[in-house]
């Protein structure tokens, strides 16, 4: 059995899935572990990148547009490792990083989801923890854009503004790009809520491990590089839902969310894990 399973989850962006495959060649030298690439809307392409980078990959490769989390999910079920990557082919990892987080999760069963600190390819910070929406938060930062200090303060809360980016943190929920997982804890939590066909999925899940008693953990002493495209949003504003298909995606799942947790409440307060 490997030590951890790496599941990438990819859609037809295969020169990202091309540099992915090649930074792990490198970052797995030494970790058991196995690769399992879900190919939504499949191309030859692609189907020939992972021969060649990764032949020893298992490839799951589908007709249809499966969303994130149903992708993840398909991944998830064939997987045999102890821990498990979840992985957006933009992501690239470098030296020792992979093995910082996963040394960090096998020292802290308590410890259901913990990602990297993400970075810009120049090297920048992006934010990657957060405090969990409200309806409001999505009005601030889609509508508004922070633009008054009102929706500017609800904005800096949720983006968790107040806290250090270079110290471990315990948010409330973590980017999906890159999540690693206790194989004890999935078994507990279940798997992600394939209602969510893109975004949100990652909110939930987070939620979820919460509810059952495992930490969610910011791990910045690891980073990775990240592609951010921040496709959900452009300079439309509130026009962003009648002419970009992911920014409705989003609002579609923002509604889903807050139906399913009708009582928005957070008791748990904000507080470094070190």
């Given at each position: 059995?490997?030590?951890?399973?790496?599941?990438?989850?990819?859609?037809?962006?295969?020169?990202?899935?091309?540099?992915?495959?090649?930074?792990?060649?490198?970052?797995?030298?030494?970790?058991?572990?196995?690769?399992?690439?879900?190919?939504?809307?499949?191309?030859?392409?692609?189907?020939?990148?992972?021969?060649?980078?990764?032949?020893?990959?298992?490839?799951?490769?589908?007709k249809?547009?499966?969303?994130?989390s149903?992708?993840?999910?398909?991944?998830?079920?064939i997987?045999?490792?102890?821990?498990?990557?979840?992985?957006?082919?933009?992501?690239?990892?470098?030296?020792?990083?992979?093995?910082?987080?996963?040394?960090?999760?096998?020292?802290?069963?308590?410890?259901?989801?913990?990602?990297?600190?993400?970075r810009?390819?120049?090297?920048?910070?992006?934010?990657?923890?957060?405090?969990?929406?409200?309806?409001?938060?999505?009005?601030?930062?889609?509508?508004?854009?922070?633009?008054?200090?009102?929706?500017?303060?609800?904005?800096?809360?949720?983006?968790?503004?107040?806290?250090?980016?270079?110290?471990?943190?315990?948010?409330?929920w973590?980017?999906?790009?890159m999540?690693?997982?206790?194989?004890?804890?999935?078994?507990?939590?279940?798997l992600?809520?394939?209602?969510?066909?893109?975004?949100?999925?990652?909110?939930?899940?987070?939620?979820?491990?919460?509810?059952?008693?495992?930490?969610?953990?910011?791990?910045?002493?690891?980073?990775?590089?990240?592609?951010?495209?921040?496709?959900?949003?452009?300079k439309?504003?509130?026009?962003?839902?009648?002419?970009?298909?992911?920014?409705?995606?989003?609002?579609?799942?923002?509604?889903?969310?807050?139906?399913?947790?009708?009582?928005?409440?957070?008791?748990?307060?904000?507080?470094?894990?070190?």
């Amino acid at each position: 059995m490997p030590e951890l399973s790496i599941i990438i989850v990819h859609h037809r962006t295969p020169g990202f899935l091309k540099m992915c495959l090649k930074s792990l060649k490198t970052v797995a030298t030494g970790i058991d572990h196995e690769v399992i690439v879900v190919d939504s809307k499949a191309t030859r392409e692609s189907k020939e990148i992972v021969s060649e980078l990764a032949p020893e990959a298992i490839y799951l490769s589908s007709k249809e547009n499966l969303g994130y989390s149903r992708g993840v999910n398909t991944g998830l079920k064939i997987a045999k490792g102890d821990f498990l990557l979840v992985l957006n082919p933009d992501i690239i990892i470098t030296g020792d990083n992979l093995l910082k987080l996963l040394e960090f999760m096998k020292k802290h069963p308590d410890v259901g989801m913990a990602g990297p600190q993400l970075r810009n390819f120049n090297g920048t910070v992006q934010n990657s923890y957060f405090r969990f929406y409200r309806p409001i938060t999505i009005v601030a930062r889609r509508v508004f854009g922070g633009k008054f200090d009102y929706f500017k303060n609800l904005i800096n809360d949720f983006q968790m503004s107040d806290v250090d980016p270079n110290k471990i943190q315990t948010p409330d929920w973590i980017m999906g790009s890159m999540l690693m997982i206790n194989r004890n804890a999935l078994e507990k939590v279940g798997l992600m809520d394939e209602r969510f066909f893109m975004y949100f999925e990652d909110v939930d899940w987070a939620r979820r491990f919460w509810h059952n008693g495992y930490k969610v953990v910011y791990f910045p002493k690891a980073f990775v590089y990240h592609y951010h495209r921040h496709e959900s949003k452009t300079k439309l504003g509130v026009f962003d839902a009648i002419f970009n298909k992911k920014t409705r995606w989003h609002i579609v799942s923002a509604v889903k969310f807050f139906m399913k947790y009708r009582d928005l409440s957070v008791v748990r307060k904000i507080s470094h894990a070190e």
